[in-house]
Structures are given as C-alpha cells and as structure tokens.
C-alpha cells in the first residue's frame, strides 16, 4: 500500500463548524493547520444542515434573560448530566463567538430596530435563539469558509482518518484513506484536533449525512481516549416520514418555534398531555417520547407519523421565516402553508463522545476535542441551538490550545504504527460472504429495534449478544480490489468502527439504571438520585464522575 507523508503542526479532522473555528485560531496564532474531510470540504458534516438557530445571550428581544437563566435552562434540559464547568464557558462565550461570526460576513436576522432577532427555542425560558430564516448552520459555515479561503488555510477533501499516530500517551498524528487512490496518508502533526461531529448512521432514520458513522468515537477510543455518556443519543422530534427517500430528513424546530402544533391522526393537540406549559416547546427527549408514544399507541398516521401544522399561520410570515422549510416539502409536492405534514421522531445528536477538559484537552496529550465529537456539553439532551455555539465556542478553545501545545513540542515518528495500519487496511480486501454495506442495514436495523428511543435490558442485552457475534463476523467482509473510490473498503472500516461503538453504547444503556434525559428505560422510568453520574469508557477500564 503506498503511504504519503504530510507534516504540519495541527491536523484537525472535520471541516464543519467546529473544525473550521479552530482552524481560524490556529491561524491566529501563526501556525499552519491542515482541515482533513472524509468527504467533501464544509459539505460533509452536519453544521450546515443545521436550521434553527444559535443561542446567545444578547436580551435584544426578552430584556429579563441572563447567563444564570442559559446555564439553568441548559442543565435542566440536560437532566443535570452536563459537565458545568463546561456549561458555564458555552454560555458565557457564545456571545462573542457569534460577533466572531458576524465580522467573518455571516448574517442574522434582525429586528427593525436594527438589534438581532432573537426566537423561542424549545427547553428555553427566554427567546435568545439568533438565526438567519431557517439555514442558520449554512450562513455560518458560509462564513466560516469564506474566512478560511481567504486565510488560505489548506484543506483535503475525501480522505478518511483511520487511526491516531501515538507515542506512548501523545497523540503525534493520524492515518487516513485517501478515497480517490486507496493510498494511505501519513499525517504527522505536534497537535491533533478532532472534531469529526456524531454518528446518526448508526441508525436507519436519521438526520445526518451519511458519513457520520461515528469514526471520531472509534479511532479515539482505539488510541486510549475516554469516552463519556455514550448512551446518551437525541432523537430529534421531527424529520420527514415520506417519501422514502426523504425519511429523517430534518423538520428544523423552528417550525414548532413560530407556532407549528403537533396533532396526531383524531385531530387532537397532543402535546398537553405531555407537557401542558411547554406544549410543542418542551425538551426534545420529551416531545420525541411523546410522538413514539401516540404512534405507537395507535393514534399516528399511516406512515407511522405524527401532523405538524402550520396553516393557521400567514403565507407571507411563513415564507419569510421558513423558506428552507417551504422550498424542502415544495421539492416532494407538499404545501406546508395549506396542509399539515407528516413527521416522526429521527437520530440527531449524540450528547456523549470523547471526554474534554475546559481546555477542550482530552486523555490524551496533545490530541483535542470541539463540537458534536465530544461529551460533556449537553449532558442527557441537547436544547436546540446550543449544538451551533458550541462548534464556536470550542472549537476556538481547542485551536488555541493546540497552538500553545505546538510550542513545547516537536514533530516525532511511528512509523511501525502506520505500516501496521496500512497492513491492516489491506487486509480487508479479500472475498467473503457478506458485503460491508448490507452489514451497515444489519447493524443499523439492530440499532433501531432494540436500542432506539424506548429501551429496556432484555431488548439491550439481545443487541450487546448480536453486537458481539457481529465483530466475530467482520472477518466474513467481502470487500473488492479497486483502487478508484473503493467504496467497499471505506463501508468496511465504517463497519467495524459501527460495531465498536454501539458495542459502547449499548454497555453504557445497560449499565444507566434509570432514565435520564434521552435515554430512556420502560424497566427503570424514574430517574434517580444516585444516577446522577457520568459512564466514562476507557479501553482499559470503566469509571464513573459524579455531577
């Protein structure tokens, strides 16, 4: 297998918000970066599909909100699973972080008086969500690439990281598949920033691009990472039920945010049973509960949905502040201004990942963490607009601590390592009995079954039983001899990084007796007191952090 050799001095893999805002910083701070892409540069993570908004603190719009009422509403959405001191630096620097924005050339919305336009977001007791129409992540991401063009920042498109380079506990580089020749990348860098965002594709419905198998959680753990509240996976309340092609699809919240009402197939508002103040703005973990909870009880549609409507309000108003929203269902013959559309709940966010200090500094040296990668943040559920701020917030933290990182230490080597990845890699390509991709509907169909929404510890150690005889199975992959976009190859290193981590996750549901925030047990509803405590996963050992 041949191996090119890059060197720079911080390598950050993912080019969405997160990646992108460290990149800045290290640029700030006079040193060169390299943003590797698994697939195309700024198009292949989630930040630009992301729709609502941004939460900040401004009080342009409710003059009573503060930073102790975003931190409060952040913990309690986040059942108080939230690292705090972390909640504490996103909320007080979000703010900042988005006039960072704004001096890049991204736009908000505002009001006539000129001041930012702040709207209601669910889980939120003032309006403080800043957006841009309903494509808030793609203003941003516009301006962040327009930042990074003009800083001529390098970036490579379509190489897949396959491993951390390390020496002893330092992180000194990563491995990565170059798509369009099957050649392997030695990339050898004094810091190494991860922010390749979640893993949605671990389940069949989901809103996520269809990279997001959950690499960065993998190669992480592999290297001796630890990982934090991995059970902890938001299903976001609405994407689109029909037509196939489009289910997950994210129906961004700002739908519900300007007024839409949930109504399942009699007609009724269901919303007030579950959460009579909050309505259709309550806590995702709650309305997506909700939504499964009329569906499955028989009230749903018959493409196993809900209704969302928003008919009763102006074409005018609607057209103005969800023309993503009008254009997505105008493309499958939908008219959201007369009729209601059907949604149910699909895969978002992962709350837990890799474990990060203040510093965004992980267990490992030299290797840092930004954006949906990591855990901690968000606690047991994400509110809606926190996940944009936080790609800012830490992705700004981890560029400079990457950069003071570069200044005591030099580029080093492991050679033994990245040949014994390539031999790895290659021994992939040979016959088998099943394809990696019908093993990826495999996985991802176990996943939605036994390990979704609702969970309980029969149906969770049935998944750990088939997980387990799955890794067996790797072995069986069938993967071709091509050179060209091989993608074969990639589906099986996607694989066998999908079994470890749901292998990850699933031990961590077992382990959370109760229900707390996303994770939710029929066998344990109650949350409890003594729960009150993060599952760190390390490959060594298990501990846990008391919150």
Not at 520 to 538: A, L, T, V
Request: charged residues 30%; glycine residues 8%.
């Amino acid at each position: 297998m041949e191996i090119k050799t890059i060197s720079t001095d911080v390598l950050i893999i993912g080019s969405g918000g997160a990646g992108s805002r460290a990149a800045i910083e290290v640029d700030n701070n006079g040193l060169n970066s390299i943003i590797v892409s698994k697939g195309l540069s700024f198009r292949s993570g989630c930040t630009g599909m992301a729709e609502g908004g941004y939460n900040a603190v401004f009080k342009t719009v409710d003059k009573d909100d503060s930073i102790e009422a975003h931190i409060k509403d952040t913990l309690k959405g986040g059942s108080f699973l939230n690292d705090k001191r972390l909640v504490d630096i996103l909320i007080n620097e979000s703010p900042k972080r988005l006039i960072d924005l704004e001096n890049y050339g991204a736009l908000f919305d505002r009001q006539e008086s000129g001041e930012i336009d702040q709207r209601p977001f669910g889980g939120q007791t003032y309006r403080r969500t800043c957006y841009q129409g309903d494509r808030t992540g793609a203003e941003l991401l516009n301006a962040l690439k327009e930042e990074i063009i003009k800083r001529d920042i390098e970036c490579i498109e379509e190489v897949m990281i396959t491993s951390l380079v390390t020496d002893e506990n330092q992180v000194i580089g990563a491995t990565g598949l170059d798509l369009k020749d099957s050649s392997l990348i030695y990339f050898k860098a004094k810091a190494v920033i991860l922010a390749s965002g979640g893993a949605g594709q671990l389940y069949p419905v989901t809103s996520n691009t269809f990279q997001k198998n959950g690499d960065g959680f993998a190669i992480a753990y592999r290297a001796g990472a630890n990982l934090i509240d991995m059970e902890q996976i938001q299903f976001h309340p609405t994407g689109m039920v029909t037509p196939e092609s489009k289910k997950g699809v994210l129906v961004t919240e700002a739908v519900r945010a300007e007024g839409g009402k949930l109504i399942n197939k009699d007609g009724e508002r269901f919303m007030s049973k579950y959460a009579p103040e909050k309505m259709e703005l309550a806590t995702r973990d709650v309305v997506a509960r909700s939504i499964y909870q009329e569906i499955i009880e028989g009230r749903g549609t018959e493409n196993n949905g809900v209704y969302l409507d928003i008919s009763h309000l102006d074409d005018d108003y609607i057209d103005e502040k969800l023309e993503t929203m009008v254009l997505q269902f105008e493309n499958v013959g939908a008219d959201i201004k007369n009729e209601p559309i059907e949604v149910a709940p699909t895969a978002h966010h992962f709350m837990g990942g890799l474990k990060i200090n203040t510093d965004a500094s992980t267990s490992l040296k030299n290797l840092f963490g930004a954006g949906e990668v990591c855990g901690g943040v968000h606690g047991a559920n994400r509110l809606g607009g926190n996940a944009l701020a936080d790609t800012q917030v830490f992705g700004k933290i981890a560029g400079e601590s990457a950069s003071e990182c570069c200044g005591r230490t030099e580029l080093k080597s492991n050679e033994k390592q990245v040949e014994k990845e390539a031999l790895r890699i290659e021994s992939l390509i040979k016959k088998g009995t099943i394809k990696p991709n019908k093993f990826k509907e495999n996985i991802k169909k176990l996943m939605w079954e036994k390990v979704a929404i609702v969970r309980d510890e029969k149906s969770l150690n049935e998944a750990l039983k088939i997980l387990q005889e799955m890794q067996d199975e790797l072995n069986n992959l069938d993967v071709n001899d091509k050179k060209q976009y091989n993608d074969d190859l990639v589906a099986a290193l996607e694989v066998i990084n999908m079994v470890e981590v749901c292998i990850l996750v699933v031990k961590s549901a077992i382990l959370r007796r109760e229900s707390r925030g996303a994770h939710f047990r029929s066998d344990y509803p109650e949350s409890k007191d003594e729960w009150k405590k993060s599952i760190i996963f390390n490959k060594n050992k298990i501990e846990f952090e008391a919150r």
